[in-house]
C-alpha cells in the first residue's frame, strides 16, 4: 500500500516520520507538565515544618512538656477582638490549679497562617495587669493556627494551638 501511495506522487510513510510525528505531539504535552509542576513545587514545597527529621527527634520531649503542663493544672483563657487599622488582640488569662491568676510569665503567640507560612506571624505578650497578658498582630487572613507559648522562667510552662476564625472580617 505505502508503495503505491509513493507511486502515486505521495512520500512513503516511514518509521522515521512516525517517530517525528511523536515526538513533534507530545513534545508540547512534556513541557507544558513540567513547567506547570515546577511552578506548583516553586509556590509550595508541601513541608508544613523547616526541619521534620529534627522535629521528629524531639517529639518525646514535646510529650513530656505536654505531661508536666497537664500536672501543672493551669486553666488559660483566651479572647481575640478586633483593633482598628486591621490589627487583632490576643488577651491570655492563665491561672493556676488553684484559680489564681498567674503573674511574671513571658511568652509569645504564634499566628500561623494554614496554607501559606510567609503569612506567619509572631506577637510578644505583655503584662498588662498581674495574671493578664496582652498581644496583637495583624489580621492577614479570616482563618489562622494560633499557638499560644508562655514560659515561667524561661521554660515552658503552657503551649496550646486552635485553629480560629479571626474577628474582624467581612
Known sequence: MAMADAARGGRPLTGRAVFLWFVCFFAPIFAVNFYMARMAYDTFTGE???????????????????KAQKA??????????????????I???PRDA???PVAGLTGAALVDHP??????????????????YRATFERRSDLADVRIELKNGGAPAYSSVNRVALPGGR
Open 48 to 66: 508544613v515544618v523547616a526541619n521534620p527529621y529534627r522535629h521528629g527527634l524531639e517529639y518525646d520531649s514535646l510529650l513530656a512538656r505536654a
Open 72 to 89: 501543672r493544672g493551669w486553666k488559660v483563657d483566651a479572647h481575640l477582638s478586633a483593633l482598628p487599622g486591621g490589627r487583632i488582640a
Open 91 to 93: 488577651e491570655v488569662a
Open 98 to 100: 488553684a484559680g489564681a
Open 115 to 132: 496554607v501559606d507560612a510567609r503569612l506567619n506571624q509572631v506577637a510578644a505578650f505583655h503584662e498588662t495587669s498581674p495574671g493578664l
